[in-house]
């Protein structure tokens, strides 16, 4: 979606990308870059770079790169316009309209926001019809208040086939919208009918106050128990988190991380205003991103059975690597914290938050239920697999204390327990070294894109190519006379190509030919191979002899495959190229 680009160099300007990442990344500076670790990838040893310089980030580990709108992008889960009217936000501009975007794009969107407000609205004055007190009724029993089912919007369903369709026709909504919204669905008949039915419901409202999508509950024993709305051009089941647009407001300093929608309603009317939880998928990182936006700690409150540990156990990982800190709460003589809610009531539940302990505790727990630690041959795999968990922890402080705790489990001394973390970390290490090796034997393929649908044909064309993109990154008058020389067409790589015309288009409008100008019009493989050529160190000295010898390259390399493409293989590909621009002056 095209916008004024004087006003995204001016949204550029005042967004400063070390700002701007520094609040999701810790960085260091090590001479004129910033190094943190990558927020799009796990990684242990920081490859994640930005210069103040470019305006540019890069990951040297995952290939991830681009400006600050990019980055937006990517941290928040947003398409363009909404990461940029997100950075508007946060230095006070107001986004232009779009005089060339599409009206009927703009008007779609708004028809079906507007769609959901009102379906939601129609659910709501449902469930407070008279004739639907035993629904009012399943709320009561389920301990909410009427302030609570208002706060949340909830409502219900009617069970019927079409008292949504109808209901939202008669505000004049299309059979089309309706689709759009997710709010109906076509069989392979071709009939339309509502999707929910015969359910409780509870809206989806992101962050900015927009209802987007609603998950639907049955108040018996039929499957399936909950029904969520389908993934639309509005809602993205891993980039949205259920009540995040309440919990964002808490005055704690911590969030709750719960499974369903019932345990953080409850957790909000007993006061726990920070409670969140996924949309009936685990959890993705860019939920945990978000996450890291509106706090440093979350504590992490599943269901006590199997199902509800293992997740706890991958959603460590994700919120570790978003650099939270993760607590684990566990809820003694209760399956959720809804029913340890009613049976002991809010006080003991905030006890139970601050006694909660870190994931590294958490995790000794959860290995040392799997085994019996009275038999000794039990003793020895617990040990064994404890070790390997406590290889893993950075901090050599946190992993003796665990060690510790590990030995005493297991009873055995603190020195058996040394020698069977050191034996794990040498394997671990050795594991480390093996994957490090890989990665060399692999610098080859990076003369590659890392998207594969970029391949180059021809590499040492392509790499004359980055170059010549690189020096007008740097100087950009150098296209004053590079314009004459080359054209897209003379490149090897089409997304290289795609850069240059862009860049000569950028320039000739008096443009800056920087990053900023490439957001939006490059998708993410492709901003990820700029980004990796405007992070290598660029060519300060003799740049107009650089400039001619990679120009010369191209040149010989093209007249290389032309010859080889015409069956001339014999022939010298000098002799080629020389007959080739001998023609090309008229036989001069």
């Known amino acids: 979606m095209a916008i004024d680009r004087s006003f995204l160099d001016e949204l550029n300007a005042r967004n400063d990308i070390v700002d701007v990442v520094s609040s999701y990344v810790p960085m260091k500076r090590q001479g004129a870059n910033y190094f943190g670790l990558c927020p799009f990838h796990n990684e242990k040893s920081p490859s994640f770079s930005v210069s103040p310089d470019k305006q540019i980030f890069h990951c040297f580990g995952c290939g991830a790169g681009g400006g600050v709108i990019s980055f937006i992008m990517r941290a928040e889960g947003l398409e363009f316009r909404d990461a940029v009217q997100f950075l508007a936000d946060r230095c006070g501009l107001k986004v ?84 759009d919204a997710g709010l109906v669905v076509r069989n392979e008949k071709g009939h339309v009918y509502d999707k929910f039915r015969g359910r409780v419901m509870f809206p989806i409202i992101d962050v900015r106050g927009q209802v987007v999508a609603f998950g639907g509950r049955v108040m018996d024993d039929s499957k399936p128990k909950y029904l969520n709305s389908p993934e639309t051009f509005l809602f993205h089941k891993g980039r949205n988190l259920f009540a995040l647009n309440l919990a964002k407001k808490t005055q704690k300093d911590y969030f709750i991380l719960a499974e369903g929608y019932m345990d953080v309603i409850a957790l909000h009317q007993a006061g726990f205003d920070s409670a969140v939880a996924s949309l009936g998928t685990a959890l993705t990182e860019e939920q945990a991103r978000m996450i890291a936006r509106y706090t440093k700690k979350i504590v992490i409150s599943y269901d006590a059975d199997g199902a509800g540990q293992a997740a706890a156990q991958r959603a460590i990982d994700i919120l570790k690597k978003a650099n939270l800190q993760v607590n684990v709460l566990r809820i003694p003589g209760a399956k959720d914290p809804d029913e340890y809610i009613k049976a002991k009531g809010a006080e003991a539940f905030r006890r139970l938050i601050e006694r909660s302990e870190g994931h590294n505790a958490y995790r000794l727990e959860q290995i040392a239920a799997r085994f019996d630690l009275e038999e000794d041959e039990q003793r020895v795999q617990f040990v064994d697999e404890a070790a390997r968990m406590l290889a893993a922890i950075d901090n050599p402080v946190e992993r003796e204390v665990y060690a510790g705790r590990a030995a005493k489990m297991a009873g055995v001394t603190p020195e058996a327990m040394a020698v069977e973390l050191r034996r794990a970390a040498a394997i671990r290490r050795k594991k480390q070294k093996t994957a490090e090796h890989r990665e060399i034997r692999a610098a080859v393929q990076k003369a590659q894109p890392r998207d594969r649908a970029l391949h180059y044909d021809d590499v040492k064309a392509a790499r004359a190519e980055e170059g010549i993109l690189a020096l007008i990154f740097t100087d950009h008058t150098l296209l004053d006379d590079l314009a004459d020389k080359i054209t897209p067409h003379d490149f090897s790589a089409p997304v290289l190509a795609k850069i240059y015309g862009h860049a000569l288009t950028l320039y000739r409008q008096g443009a800056p030919v920087a990053i900023s100008g490439f957001e939006g019009y490059l998708d993410d493989g492709e901003l990820a191979v700029l980004s990796e050529i405007l992070s290598r160190p660029p060519i300060l000295e003799r740049r107009q002899q650089a400039l001619d010898d990679y120009i010369n390259i191209m040149k010989t390399r093209r007249a290389q495959r032309t010859s080889a493409s015409a069956g001339g293989e014999g022939e010298d590909p000098m002799i080629t190229f020389s007959r080739m621009k001998a023609d090309k002056m008229g036989g001069k």
């Open 96 to 179: 232009p309209e779009d005089k060339n975007a599409d009206p009927r794009a703009a008007h779609r969107r708004e028809r079906v926001l507007a769609l959901m407000k009102d379906a939601a609205r129609f659910y709501y004055d449902t469930l407070w019809k008279p004739e639907n007190r035993g629904v009012q009724q399943y709320f009561a029993g389920r301990g909410l208040t009427r302030k609570t089912m208002n706060r949340f919007g909830l409502g219900y369903a009617p069970d019927s086939f079409h008292a949504t369709m109808d209901a939202m026709q008669a505000k004049g909504y299309s059979r089309d919208e309706l689709l």
